[in-house]
């Protein structure tokens, strides 16, 4: 199978397990249906603590138990462990590594560049994606690809009000996702690593905060239009998440969750978590199953 574009949320908890008036207490006339026809996988793996996105992005990414390679919950940045986990067995290198196209269409801007650069010798600052990616001999901000900012157009930090009208926001993202779509179809994966609704479900409190929720339902709306253009374009694509958090902004840390995985033209089967997920993702491309955990 090729073809297959993967938006990989970070943090978002599947509408099921959401409070009410939630950020998925809207209409979302693409993504809520093809989430509602999806599955809703465990995350937590059966370990006390809150799932987290090193471990959580590692297991879907390697069809492997990061969590019990690691002992505990871990992230948000995998360390050592993890980098040699994802160096060997993260499905970016394994279809490399096979002769395959693969691209992440993630735009990142100098200043990461530079934060990674003076970085360099310490603790990894970079995301399982990026990392996994790197790990295959592949580049950030790929030529030939439209590059798309995963804050979706969205101010980086408070306030978060988008500059303009949000209608021309949503439909730049719409035809976005038709470019994405025509290129999803010169390689095997191409992936976006959509890591911010993740940042705004840590702004949650008790007393939910308005902003945060106004900016979360914004980031799901602007989804959902990325969305309407890869499906209108006829792309073959997957939706993901590696654990709860923007969907019960009530709290500022993550969520026990379970999450989201839908997908367009894929034959999701009948995965139970994220682990076994990750690996019928490896299997559409051919790829044979990893070896049990220990």
Known sequence: MSGIVWLA??????PQDAPGGSVWDQPLGTLRPL???GLCL?????????????TGQACWLTGRNAVRVMGEHFGPHPGPTLQRLLQSEALPVRLAQAGARVALGNEYVPAYFQALESGAGRRNRMGCFPFAFRAAG??????????????????????WAAVGEEGAALDA????????????TEVDLLALDLWFSDLLGHAGAPDVPGDALAAGRSYLRRVDALLSGLLGAGARLVISSDHGNLEDLSTKGHTPARVPFAGAGVDLGQPGDVVEAGRVLAGWFGLPPPLPDA
């Open 9 to 14: 949320l970070d943090g978002v908890g599947h």
């Open 35 to 37: 989430v509602d026809a």
């Open 42 to 54: 465990d995350a937590t793996l059966g370990v006390p603590g809150l799932p987290q996105s090193g």
């Open 173 to 184: 993202l719409t035809r976005h996702g038709v470019a994405l779509a025509r290129t999803a």
């Open 138 to 159: 592949l580049p950030l901000n790929p030529p030939g690809v439209p590059l798309l900012g995963a804050t979706l157009g969205l101010p980086y930090a408070r306030p």
